[in-house]
């Protein structure tokens, strides 16, 4: 399984605003074990209920996020997650279901940078997107923060399967 | 501004960034040691100054941190004359004298209190 948990990248306004799209499948192996039937089709047992969980969707902002704050410097940094400053989501998402991804940054510096993030759900046949939730969140420029210390040269956290995704989204991805 | 107004915007980002009560945020409630503000916190709060008093604010400019990595300022852990000086020019917001005798570096988390915040934000919208 690949770490990646937006697919495709559907509005990028540079150094503002990125929209990313994640599509719920149950090919996922996760969702048959979140969570799975439990004691039998009697009294007692439940039914599997596969929902997508909270901490991958907090992962997919992340990375919409990410992207975006990556971008603003053309992915020279290595911009990693800090903090979670809030996370609120109000419903499931299960398989059908999409999930969009907006991620607007509020602060951005040498040091790092700190967005605000709306999760919205499309159900099938539904009316469209609804908002979920929000997700706001910070970013530290790794090689700025960190002491001194020295890390690989190379942006090892916008790795082979970031540029496929900005490639296949239609962003350039030549870094 | 004043500095009872200063104070209620800086104990409001306070809360906001650290999820504490207002009521913990008093002028003498250390950052670190009493808010339990970690590192990337001080990144937070700088951000959400800079957003609710429209200054902008350096890396290094609020909090120490080239002081503290260069050997001519910090040796066996504490602060030298050199980086005393050094901290006091830089760090005008800051009450070395509370510092203590022995000048260690962690000192410095101790130092470090609302009441050092409120001065900064004071200082900052006088020098604009």
């Known amino acids: 399984m690949r770490w990646m948990w937006i697919d495709r990248v559907v509005e990028l306004v540079p150094r503002e605003r990125l929209v990313a799209i994640k599509n719920v499948s149950l090919a996922e192996e996760h969702l048959h074990d979140h969570f799975p039937a439990t004691g039998g089709a009697g009294i007692g047992g439940r039914a599997a209920m596969p929902i997508m969980p909270a901490s991958l969707i907090l992962e997919g902002m992340a990375q919409t996020a990410g992207i975006l704050v990556g971008h603003a410097d053309g992915f020279k940094e290595k911009v990693i997650l800090a903090k979670v400053s809030r996370a609120e989501l109000t419903r499931e998402a299960g398989p059908g279901d999409q999930l969009w991804y907006t991620a607007t940054i509020r602060t951005l510096s040498g040091a790092g940078a700190s967005t605000e993030g709306v999760v919205e759900l499309v159900e099938p046949g539904g009316s469209g997107r609804s908002e979920i939730g929000r997700i706001d969140l910070m970013f530290s420029h790794l090689d700025q923060n960190m002491a001194g210390q020295s890390f690989p040269e190379h942006n090892f956290v916008f790795s082979e399967g970031f540029r496929t995704l900005l490639r296949t989204s239609g962003v350039a991805a030549d870094f | ?128």
Request: hydrophobic fraction near 40%.
């Open chain 2, 1 to 128: 501004m004043g500095r009872d107004e200063i104070f209620d915007t800086v104990r409001e980002v306070l809360v906001d960034a650290l999820a504490v009560d207002e009521d913990e945020v008093t002028a003498d409630a250390k950052i670190m040691g009493d808010l339990g503000a970690e590192s990337i916190d001080i990144l937070d709060i700088q951000f959400k100054l800079e957003q609710a008093f429209g200054f902008k604010i350096a890396q290094g400019e609020m909090f120490p941190e080239g002081v503290m990595q260069d050997p001519e300022y910090v040796q066996d852990g504490k602060i030298t004359d050199k980086g005393l000086d050094e901290l006091k020019a830089k760090m005008p917001h800051f009450d070395f004298s509370k510092l203590g005798g022995d000048r260690s570096v962690t000192g410095i988390g101790g130092i470090f209190t609302v009441d050092t915040l409120v001065s900064f934000c004071q200082q900052k919208l006088q020098a604009a």
